[in-house]
């Protein structure tokens, strides 16, 4: 193996997905804490009030209404895996697993209730403060997402969300809040998760988007990307040690055949799911190719010469991203479709698909690296990658995953290649390294971590903290460097 001297092994969570607490000191609402479980079959909804007291719930808050907890309902991020109570224990064994870094995230609105306030709540200030402060009792460094998929509730309901440009000054004055509290503590920050993911779940509608909601997602991205653009300049302000990154959602895509249609497409797709997103904040400006994505769907944007200053001279400082599969594209007609969790298009008949029809594709994680770092020159970081699956306790208490350990390994075998045919990649973080509500479906049953948390799908369990076969395998891969990915025997 040839992973550089200092790599930065560890492993990544949301804090909307683990941390709980959702009502605890002082914390505010944010949409998650209003979105009820789900299955692989069946999405997740919100619930809502109106002024008159009807309740009700779906997939969208209706106009005249607004979010709201309803008794009855079961909201499985309001506890999460409690990391709010447990992060002691937990920071402990991911020291245990040897970590170098962790991957977490800051609730916006632990710090600031509503979103709009102009002063911290200081008991979010001193909860995160406390998480740093025993992270780097252990030597392990922090590694900050500003925005995870977490915007204060009040400001989408009473300011539009980002389809507002005040978003740009709440979400920098949040930023710039956190840069100067954490100074000393943190260094590696992203500022938004997955950014690209705007557009790229429209076209996860199979076409079904119309040319309104590929205008307000467009703005809503440019809002984003100068806010980011302005957060970037903010930390460099305060700190010369900030290492601010962008996070970009990377799934791969190939033609499904050598059909030079198919070509197109798919040169396409990467233009308008990954190459536009990374350009503006690895470039500081929009690609040749903007113009022909906002002509398809007649978008205009909102955009001032300031903006494009502020995203020239707001450029990051490493590109970062989450990889757990790949896509086809093809412009023929298919019925063997990949109908999973955020996955679609045609099946690759080259790879196996795991029970949530995510394709297995160690190779293009390789790929990936190759074609980015070739693009960007930036230092890389993969900060999410994992097996969601489903796991059973033994009577012994033991968690055998050989599953995830072989998913882990061939993925670790491919970034080495990368890393053996050039690519400045810097670090790797495991996703949910300790077991946590899924995203997409809401369950706890669909599990990433390395280490097992007792909670299930209607929320029972004690929430004890066990130790997978994955954890000790994990273990030796970071005291090895990369270089021990056989199963070790324990």
Known sequence: MVFPKGFLWGGATAANQCEGAYDVDGRGLSRMDITTAG???????????????????????????????????????????????????????????????????????????????????????????????????????????????????????????????????????????????????VKYWLTFNEINTTIMFLEMLGGKADDAAYQQAYQQLHYQFVASA?????????????????????????????????????????????????????????????????????????????????????????????????????????????????????????????????????????????????RYHLPLMIVENGLGAVDKVGADGSIHDPYRIAYMAEHIEAMEKAIANGVDLVGYTSWGCIDLVSAGTGQMSKRYGLIYVDRDDAGNGTFERRKKDSFYWYQNVIQTNGAAVAVPQV
């Open 39 to 185: 299955t692989l079959t069946e999405r997740r909804q919100v619930t809502y009030t109106y002024p008159d007291g009807r309740t009700g719930k779906g997939l969208t808050i209706p106009t005249g209404a607004h979010g709201a907890v309803l008794p009855g309902e079961y909201y499985p991020n309001h506890d999460g895996i409690d990391f709010y109570h447990h992060y002691k224990e937990d920071i402990a064994l991911f020291a245990e697993m040897g970590f170098k870094i962790f991957r977490m995230s800051i609730s916006w609105s632990r710090i600031f209730p509503h979103g709009d306030e102009s002063e911290p709540n200081q008991k979010g200030l001193e909860f995160y403060r406390n998480v740093f402060e025993e992270l780097h009792k252990y030597g392990i460094e922090p590694l900050v997402t500003i925005s995870h998929y977490e915007t204060p509730l009040y400001l989408e309901e009473h300011y539009g969300g980002w389809n507002n440009r005040k978003m740009i000054s709440f979400y920098t004055h949040y930023a710039e809040t956190l840069f100067k509290e954490y100074r000393g503590l």
């Open 230 to 374: 302005q957060a970037v300049s903010i930390g460099h302000q305060i700190s010369s040690d900030n290492q601010i990154g962008c996070m970009i959602c990377g799934i791969v895509s190939y033609p499904l055949t050598p059909d030079p249609q198919d070509i197109m497409k798919n040169r396409h797709a990467w233009e308008q799911n990954i190459f536009y997103s990374g350009d503006v904040q690895c470039f500081g400006e929009y690609p040749t190719f903007s113009k022909r994505l906002w002509d398809a769907h007649d978008v205009h944007l909102d955009i001032t010469d300031q903006d494009r200053a502020d995203l020239k001279s707001g450029t990051v400082d490493m590109y970062t991203f989450s990889y757990y599969m790949s896509s086809t594209t093809t412009t023929h007609a298919v019925e063997n479709d990949a109908q999973g969790n955020f996955s679609i298009g045609a099946k690759n008949p080259y790879l196996q698909y795991s029970e949530w029809d995510w394709a297995d594709d160690p190779a293009g994680l390789q790929y990936y690296l190759e074609v980015i770092y070739d």
